[in-house]
């Protein structure tokens, strides 16, 4: 991505950056999220909900391992490894899902029925 484009992105509100990912999950097929030094799923804490974050791009992502999560890494998931394994995991641990955090900040924050209502709409649209 040009950096032009990321500072745009950027500068969207939340509920926008959702939509974008959204759409890039749905077109690309895959999103991203960190994992800790053991491979577990970095979880974040706003009130005394539990949340898993998911990015668009590996470039996004890596803005946000520079606020905090350091010792972490990247991690590429398909939509078959959403569906097949982390839906299960969001489901027993009652996570919330943290679309595209930027700079420290939570993003738009949806419960797996409003996710995957989402992406299955986008994904409608697309074959």
Not at 6 to 34: G, H, M, S, V
Not at 53 to 61: D, G, I, Q, Y
């Amino acid at each position: 991505m040009h950096s032009k484009e990321i500072e745009n992105i950027l500068k969207l509100e939340p509920f926008k950056r959702y939509e974008y990912f959204i759409k890039k999950a749905a077109d690309f097929e895959q999103l991203w999220t960190i994992v800790d030094e053991e491979g577990d799923y970095a979880i974040s804490e706003i009130d005394e909900f539990s949340l898993i974050s998911f990015w668009p791009n590996e470039e996004f992502v890596a803005l946000d391992l520079e606020q905090g999560w350091e010792g972490c890494r990247s991690l590429r998931i398909t939509l078959d490894d959403l569906r097949d394994d982390i839906f299960d995991i969001i489901t027993s641990e009652n996570y919330l899902i943290n679309v595209f955090p930027i700079n420290g900040r939570s993003g738009f924050v949806v419960n797996l029925e409003e996710f995957k209502r989402d992406l299955n709409e986008e994904l409608e649209k697309i074959e």
